[in-house]
């Protein structure tokens, strides 16, 4: 069975880096399409970016100066690093597998960010 | 960017009955290939979105099949026969055509 798990700091100050780590289990990630997405306090819901199989990268224009997705298959982990992170950024964060769709997602993990 | 537009943002619905969802694209989602690339998920309270609808009209797998999709170019209708209590949750439509991929506002489904 695919599971994916999220983990990072839970609060990050204003200026500082996100960062985040997904691990799977039960496939590869040197198969499909690997992404995070969050979700703000009231419901709006953001593609962040993803890491293929091979390692190419995409992201949301709106994140690409701050955005980073970066990977270590021998853990089969992805990671999420957001930079200069403001309070607009307090969301929860959910790691998730593509194929044809989303169609395995992690728990999520909330960040807040605040001082 | 493809802007989504759900409506209704929230929907009653008596167990047992239908209820329909609508979404709206501000750009076809109709590849060349023939492929719509329009999606929806379920967010249930306290849980992960999971995935309904692929491709517009196609059941994720274990969805039951009270769910089902359809639509054109950039409209589209999830729809859900004989509400059951676990249907209750947030709705959201997506498309997967272009970078950046985008969602719906999100509609939200309660029992009557």
């Known amino acids: 069975e695919v599971q994916l798990q999220e983990s990072g700091p839970g609060l990050v100050k204003p200026s500082q880096s996100l960062s985040l780590t997904c691990s799977v289990t039960?496939?590869?990630?040197?198969?499909?399409?690997w992404g995070w997405i969050r979700k703000f306090p009231g419901n709006k819901m953001e593609w962040m970016g993803y890491?293929?199989?091979?390692?190419?990268?995409s992201y949301n224009p709106s994140l690409k100066s701050r955005i980073s997705i970066t990977r270590d298959t021998s853990k089969n982990q992805f990671f999420l690093q957001l930079n200069s992170v403001t309070t607009e950024d307090t969301a929860t964060y959910y790691c998730a597998k593509t194929y044809y769709g989303y169609n395995y997602w992690g728990q999520g993990v909330m960040v807040t960010v605040s001082s | 960017d493809i802007v989504m537009t759900q409506a209704p943002l929230s929907v009653s619905v008596t167990p047992g009955e239908s209820a329909s969802i609508s979404c709206r694209s501000s750009?076809?989602?109709?590849?060349?290939?023939?492929?719509?690339?329009v999606y929806w998920y379920l967010q249930k309270p306290g849980k992960s979105p999971q995935l309904l609808i692929y491709r517009m009209s196609n059941l994720a797998s274990g969805v039951p099949d009270r769910f089902s999709g359809s639509g054109s170019e950039t409209d589209f209708t999830l729809k859900i026969s004989r509400v059951e209590a676990e249907d209750v949750g947030i709705y959201y439509c997506?498309?997967?055509?272009?970078?950046?991929?985008?969602f719906g506002a999100g509609t939200k489904l309660e029992l009557k």
């Open positions: 039960g496939y590869s990630i040197t198969s499909n399409y």
């Open positions: 890491i293929s199989y091979s390692g190419s990268t």
């Open positions: 750009k076809s989602l109709l590849h060349s290939n023939g492929i719509t690339y």
């Open positions: 997506g498309q997967l055509l272009e970078n950046p991929y985008t």
